[in-house]
C-alpha cells in the first residue's frame, strides 16, 4: 500500500511535532542529482528514526530573482516524483518578501527549527539561503548546536568528469531537442502535462488526426520538431508523434504541441493528460504541398513503428 502523503502549509498550518530529515532546495526537474541527495535523506531517516521530508517553494524561486519563466517541473510534478522515491512529506512555504528578507540565522530559527522541527538538514554543496543568498552550508553547520539538528551535505551528481548536473543545463538540453540526454539525466522521460483542447482539426484532412494539448503549467518545450512521444490518458499509455512548433507549412504564429497517437480512435476532448518525451526524429520544416507535408508524417509513422519493434 502506498504511503499516505502529508502537505504542510508553513504560512498557515501549525508546526508539525514530528521530528524531520528535510532536504532543502528547488528541485526543478528533481534529476539525478536531487535523488542522489534524496537517498541521502531515506538512508539518515531510516538510521534515526526520522520522518524523511522536503521543503518545498509555491513559485519556483527564479520567477522572482531572474524571471525565469519556463521549468520542468510544477509543484504538483515535483511532488509526484519525489513520492515515487520515497519521500512522502511536503513542506511548503511561499518564496514572498518576507521569506526573502530573512537573514540566514532568521531562517534557520524560524523556518529550519521551529516551523520544520528538523533533526537533519539534507542539502547540496552548493546550497544557499537567506537575504541576497548570504547563507551557505557553512551558516548551516555554525549554528547545528543552538539549533539542536545536524546537516548533511551531498556531493554534486556528476553529468560528466568535468561538470556536475543541474537543472538549468538541462532545461538548455530541453530546449535544444537533446531528449536522449535530458532523459538519461532525469532516469526517466522528460514529461510535460495538459488539457487536450479543440484544434484547427486539420490533421483529419491529412488523415492524421492529433490531440492538442493546452499547457497546465509553464513548462519549457523542446526546439521545434517532431518527437516520438508516450501519451498517458486516463491511467493507459500510448505511443505517439508529437509536433513541437508553428506548423509552418500552414504559416501559423504560436507555438503549439499537437500530438498523433498511434493505432488510437478515441474521442478525449477535455481529456488531463501527460505527454512523455522519447525519442527526437526531425526538426518542423515548411513543406512546399499538402502532399509533400503528409510523405514526411508516413515517414515518420514508419519511423515510429521501427523504432518500437526495436524496444520490443
Same mark, same amino acid.
Given at each position: 500500500m502506498t504511503e499516505k502523503i502529508k502537505i504542510y502549509d508553513?504560512? !498557515? $498550518?501549525?508546526p508539525d511535532l514530528q521530528r524531520k530529515a528535510v532536504s532543502l532546495g528547488n528541485f526543478d526537474g528533481v534529476h539525478l542529482g536531487h535523488q542522489k541527495l534524496m537517498k541521502n535523506n531515506l538512508e539518515i531517516s531510516k538510521k534515526y528514526d526520522l520522518e524523511p521530508a522536503v521543503l518545498l517553494f509555491k513559485q519556483n524561486t &527564479?520567477?522572482?530573482?531572474? $524571471?525565469?519563466?519556463?521549468?520542468? *517541473?510544477?509543484?504538483?510534478?515535483k511532488i509526484e516524483i519525489l513520492s515515487s522515491i520515497g519521500i512522502h512529506t511536503f513542506c511548503l512555504i511561499?518564496?514572498?518578501?518576507?521569506?526573502? %528578507?530573512? =537573514?540566514?540565522?532568521?531562517?534557520?530559527?524560524? !523556518?529550519?527549527?521551529?516551523?520544520?522541527?528538523a533533526s537533519y538538514i539534507i542539502c547540496g554543496k552548493d546550497y544557499r539561503f537567506g537575504k541576497k543568498a548570504s547563507g551557505d552550508v557553512d551558516t548551516l553547520e555554525k549554528y547545528e548546536e543552538r539549533y539542536n539538528y545536524k546537516t548533511s551535505v551531498?556531493?554534486?551528481?556528476?553529468?560528466?568528469e568535468f561538470n556536475k548536473i543541474s537543472s538549468n543545463h538541462l532545461r538548455d538540453l530541453i530546449r535544444e531537442g537533446n531528449i536522449k540526454k535530458v532523459n538519461k539525466l532525469l532516469a526517466r522521460p522528460?514529461? #510535460? &502535462?495538459? *488539457?487536450?483542447?479543440?484544434?484547427?482539426?486539420?490533421?483529419?484532412?491529412? %488523415?492524421?488526426? *492529433?490531440? %492538442?494539448?493546452k499547457l497546465s503549467f509553464n513548462y519549457v518545450l523542446p526546439i521545434d520538431?517532431?518527437?516520438?512521444?508516450? #501519451?498517458n490518458i486516463d491511467n493507459k499509455s500510448y505511443y505517439a508523434l508529437s509536433n513541437v512548433g508553428k506548423n509552418p507549412t500552414f504559416g501559423e504564429n504560436s507555438r503549439k504541441v499537437e500530438t498523433y497517437i498511434? $493505432?488510437?480512435?478515441? %474521442?478525449?476532448?477535455?481529456? @488531463?493528460?501527460? #505527454?512523455?518525451?522519447?525519442?527526437?526524429?526531425?526538426?518542423? !520544416?515548411?513543406?512546399? =504541398?499538402?502532399?509533400?507535408? !503528409?510523405?514526411?508524417?508516413?515517414?515518420?509513422?514508419?519511423?515510429?513503428?521501427?523504432?518500437?519493434? @526495436?524496444?520490443?
Open positions: 508553513l504560512n !498557515i $498550518d501549525l &527564479k520567477l522572482r530573482l531572474k $524571471d525565469e519563466k519556463e521549468y520542468m *517541473t510544477s509543484l504538483e510534478d511561499d518564496f514572498d518578501e518576507k521569506f526573502m %528578507n530573512l =537573514s540566514p540565522r532568521e531562517f534557520i530559527a524560524e !523556518i529550519i527549527n521551529k516551523k520544520l522541527n551531498v556531493d554534486f551528481e556528476k553529468e560528466d522528460y514529461k #510535460i &502535462k495538459g *488539457t487536450i483542447v479543440d484544434g484547427m482539426k486539420r490533421g483529419r484532412t491529412l %488523415n492524421f488526426p *492529433t490531440a %492538442n494539448l520538431g517532431v518527437y516520438l512521444t508516450r #501519451i498511434l $493505432d488510437f480512435d478515441q %474521442n478525449i476532448y477535455g481529456e @488531463n493528460v501527460s #505527454i512523455e518525451f522519447l525519442e527526437f526524429f526531425r526538426y518542423d !520544416i515548411k513543406f512546399t =504541398s499538402r502532399e509533400e507535408l !503528409i510523405e514526411q508524417m508516413n515517414i515518420d509513422k514508419k519511423r515510429a513503428y521501427k523504432y518500437l519493434e @526495436n524496444l520490443s
